[in-house]
C-alpha cells in the first residue's frame, strides 16, 4: 500500500515539470539525475533516461522531465 501511494504521489507530481522535480529532485540541486529517477521509477535504465535527456548533461531539467510525459515515457 505505501509504494502504491508513493507512486500514485509521484505520477500525479509529474504532471506539472516544477512539481515534478520538487517530488523526484532529492538533493534539490533543480535537476533529475538517473539515480533519483530510479528511486520512483526503479526499472529505469540508463539508457531510457539518455533517451529522455536531450541535452545529455547527465541530469533531467523540469523541461526534460515534462517532454518525457508527454511522449509517454514517463507515466503522466
Do not use: R, Y
Request: aromatic share 4%.
Amino acid at each position: 500500500m505505501k509504494s502504491f501511494i508513493t507512486t500514485a504521489a509521484i505520477t500525479v507530481a509529474l504532471a506539472t515539470p516544477l512539481m515534478a522535480q520538487g517530488a523526484l529532485d532529492a538533493d534539490g540541486d533543480g535537476n533529475v539525475s538517473l539515480e533519483e529517477l530510479q528511486t520512483a521509477f526503479p526499472d529505469m535504465t540508463a539508457e531510457s533516461f539518455a533517451a529522455m535527456d536531450t541535452d545529455a548533461d547527465g541530469v533531467l531539467s523540469a523541461t526534460e522531465l515534462q517532454d518525457a510525459v508527454d511522449a509517454g515515457l514517463l507515466p503522466s
